[in-house]
């Protein structure tokens, strides 16, 4: 009886999935689960003020952290224009006058920008007016656009070093960046470019008359030499704390210098005051302060879920199905999981993931590089098999009112990646 009372406290988990699934908002589904988990656990005042405290110190409270520090870093290089310089100098350095090149600026400047800013819609809000217009000077229609914004955004923050899926990554692992990046990130990444290139090659043949055309086609911004010169310093900078990073085998702490680092070189490059520095750094926290509450509530939520004994017992009720199929079924359980069962924050699904597998990874010895792959692959197709907010971000932006194009993206992407996790698995 005491396994099944333990059992069913992953009904929590399960509650909090649908009512992610229905639209319900992230941070009062968090909310409303925790408070279930303090009345399962039958918390007495002292120790639910006490749980809020210790989660305050957690993990997920410093990913939570650095996350507002990057959305504070967003808003200086936003308003000192050096992302939009970033963006200006590599679409037209390629020197775009063909439809493959406007494809290939497409993807390289959403990878630099909202890998830089850690956000997909903020990335793609500057991107989207350089974008269009070059778009329409080549013939690009608006599905094909759309949907390769939101691959190339969608992947950035797994490739990124300081995005905040890959933060989290590395802190649950414990794995280097390097690593991460060759033999986790990429794999996931370059499957779903490729497969999200051939299908805008296809969308752009039937879709060919949506075309980007009618947009303003005179270049939107020219930076000036100031803003170039904080751009070149803002870009050694960063490259500078990435390979420091690598050298040093920086933990995931290291990460709030970099952020704090990169605003104060960026302002003072530009000629802003600290005053104002700081003004904008906070104003750009601000924006991102309720994933901060989410991520506190978020550690104490798992925490409760492992007093009542749910992971424990999840993990002998799989047990015999694992030892059956072995390492392939615990990665593709792992990863379809994730992918199909846990909608909401990638820094959520992954930390989660975490705690509900990591006995079964330590007792089947899966490799902990295959463990994350797993887990970056169940954040990135989730965006992909469910019609989402990055999914109409990326089409918004893009100017399109295609949904049937985007769906059909989403889930041949989604059907690629299945079957490269299920080939990657039965390889193990």
Known sequence: MSFYIQLASLGIIVLYAVML??????????????????????SSPIDIGNSLANALGSFMALVGFIIMLGHGL???LTHTQVSHTLVHQIVYGIGINTQRRAKIGIVLSSFIIVGLLGTLAGGLAILAPSLRPIAGSVGLSRPSLAVLMQ?????????????????????????NYEVVLLYASLPVALVTL???????????????????????????????????????????????CVVYGI??????????????????????VSKLSLNQIFK?????????LHLFFL????????????????FSALTELLTPLINLGGKPVLSMLIGFTGAFGMPGAAEATIKMLHQLFSPSVLQ????????????????????????????????????????????QNGLTVTAAQVLFLIVYSLCL
């Open 21 to 42: 699934f229905r639209n319900v908002d992230a941070l009062i589904a968090t909310a409303i689960c925790v408070g279930l988990g303090y009345l399962w656990n039958l």
């Open 74 to 76: 967003g808003e200086i």
């Open 151 to 175: 691959a190339s955004a969608e992947e950035a923050l797994i490739l990124g070093p300081f995005a905040p899926p890959v933060v989290a990554l590395l802190g649950v692992t414990g794995l």
């Open 194 to 240: 490729i497969t999200t290139w051939i299908m805008a090659n296809r969308l752009q043949r039937k879709y060919a008359h949506e075309s980007c055309e009618d947009e303003d086609t005179s270049e939107p911004f020219v930076p000036s030499k100031q803003q170039k010169r904080t751009t070149l310093l803002f870009v050694i900078a960063f490259i500078a």
């Open 247 to 268: 050298l040093a085998q920086a933990k995931t702490t290291y990460v709030i210098f970099v952020m704090l680092f990169l605003a104060l070189i960026t302002g003072l």
């Open 280 to 288: 904008l750094l906070v104003k750009g926290m601000q924006k991102s």
């Open 295 to 310: 991520f506190i509530l978020f550690d104490p939520f798992m925490v409760l879920i492992h007093q009542a004994g749910g």
């Open 364 to 407: 089947m010895q899966l490799p902990m590089i295959s463990f994350a792959l797993c887990m970056i692959f169940a954040t990135r197709v989730t965006n992909y098999a469910y019609p989402g907010a990055n999914m109409f971000a990326a089409m918004g932006f893009a100017g399109s009112e295609n949904v049937k194009a985007m769906i």
